[in-house]
């Protein structure tokens, strides 16, 4: 059965350290056959992520009036999403259990980058929480840079030219869903997030203590990954499979929260600047076939289609999706 390997990051950082080559071939392992990996050594004090973990309780205490006065729209994807709000483009009509607050790549609301495209600009912030603004985004700095060694160590792995992957991150696409995920009873059919994909390049996450996580194996099996305190898992997501021609596994995961208790989480999904075209960097590998994706259309498409009554068009990019590749 395949397994979640823990790799300890921290020699990364220094090419002349002993574990530095063997460090980037058990990353890249563990991309290649599941896809995901729970990682230690990011030098994210665990004081900060608690932190941040206190701030998405906070957020999600907010009265539920004020919450829905931000709540997300078709015209600005940032905000409150509330409980059932989306239900999953699969058929299904069931909702996922959870809400959330969704927040993106932070820039000025004069920045000239909003001429270019309209997915850019300031995000909003609850005003009964003047201090989530620093709080957050001080953490999505740090994780900036574990994404940044990350795509370094997969740039070296899959021998691709220096840089190639982590210039496409400048002014990225790159953002945040703060969740909350209310306990389901035992018997209790559906899923805190259904079955899927993600459809970035990379996912970080803290876990939470009460877990849920679970990642589907290549025999369908789910497992929970072991990740040790102070942590963090990460995921390679279809945007990085496309670039690798296949190689790095975009893997199915879901949340159940059976634990009984309130469960608050807060991935990162690093998505490329708006103008980026995502295609193999490599030959691709015999069978995989995807169309190459424009980030700035795959985010317009991704926001768009979550509500019910808009359907995906023949240019909408197959990601995300549970197909075999």
């Not at 289609?305 to 075999?324: F, I, Q, R």
């Amino acid at each position: 059965m395949q397994t979640i390997p823990t790799i300890d990051i921290s020699p990364l950082r220094d090419p002349a350290h002993p574990d530095h080559h063997s460090t980037i071939e058990a990353i890249l392992a563990a991309c290649t056959d599941i896809g995901f990996l729970s990682i230690t050594g990011t030098g994210i004090a665990p004081e900060i992520v608690d932190q941040v973990r206190q701030t998405c309780r906070n957020i999600f205490a907010v009265e539920d009036a004020s919450k829905w006065q931000q709540a997300v729209t078709r015209e600005n994807y940032r905000g409150y999403i509330p409980m059932g709000f989306f239900t999953p483009n699969d058929g299904s009509g069931s909702a996922d259990k959870y809400e959330g607050y969704k927040l993106h790549h932070e820039v000025a609301p004069d920045a000239p980058i909003r001429q270019d495209c309209p997915l850019y600009g300031p995000n909003l912030w609850p005003d009964e929480l003047p201090q989530a603004r620093e709080v957050i985004l001080g953490y999505w700095q740090e994780l900036d840079a574990v994404a940044d060694l990350l795509l370094a160590a997969l740039e070296t792995g899959l021998e691709l030219p220096a840089q190639c992957l982590q210039q496409a991150f400048r002014l990225p696409l790159t953002n945040m869903s703060l969740l909350h995920y209310p306990p389901q009873a035992p018997d209790e059919p559906g899923f805190g997030i259904h079955p899927h994909k993600d459809t970035d390049a990379l996912t970080i996450i803290a876990p939470d203590p009460v877990g849920g996580l679970e990642v589907q194996t290549r025999d369908g099996t789910w497992i929970t990954p072991d990740c040790p305190p102070g942590g963090f898992v990460v995921n390679i997501g279809d945007m990085l499979e496309l670039w690798s021609g296949g190689r790095l596994v975009s893997t199915p995961h879901r949340v159940v929260n059976r634990s009984g208790k309130q469960r608050y989480s807060f991935p990162y999904f690093a998505v490329p600047r708006h103008d980026v075209v995502v295609q193999p960097l490599l030959p691709a590998l015999p069978g995989f076939e995807r169309p190459s994706v424009h980030c700035g259309h795959w985010s317009a498409e991704i926001w768009r289609t979550n509500w019910p009554d808009e359907e995906a068009s023949e240019d909408t990019p197959e990601l995300g999706t549970l197909h075999d590749s």
